[in-house]
């Protein structure tokens, strides 16, 4: 999906992936409707020199099969999460607060 490849197994998973990638896409959706924080935040890549000392500090490159696997986590883990709460399972887990409002002029 991110890449130019044009190898075997890119031929033999290049439908699969089109269709996770549709799905992800949907699924973003529907997570952002829901208030969900788009945590798609900047990464840096730190090059070392021989001695161990950082050399160069730059963005990292972002790719959407990186989100693709994020929104499928996610999918996995909220079903985990109600089944656990049903159960009275006690479990660690994060809530963020709503939004706030903001007001349009």
């Known amino acids: 999906l991110d890449s130019k490849r044009d190898d075997e197994k890119a ?3 290049g439908d699969r992936l089109v269709v996770m990638a549709e799905c992800a896409g949907l699924m ?5 409707s829901r208030g969900a924080l ?3 935040i ?11 000392n950082p050399e160069e500090v730059r963005p990292a490159p ?3 099969s990186q989100r693709i696997l994020e929104v499928f986590m996610i999918a ?6 109600r089944a656990l ?3 009275g399972v006690p479990a660690v887990y994060r809530v963020h607060p709503p939004p706030a409002k903001r007001v349009r002029r």
């Open 11 to 13: 031929r033999q998973h």
């Open 28 to 32: 973003l959706k529907h997570l952002h």
């Open 38 to 40: 788009d945590m798609d």
């Open 42 to 52: 900047p990464e840096v890549s730190i090059r070392l020199g021989e001695d161990g």
């Open 62 to 64: 972002r790719y959407f």
């Open 76 to 81: 996995a883990h909220e079903p985990v999460a």
């Open 85 to 87: 709460a049903a159960a």
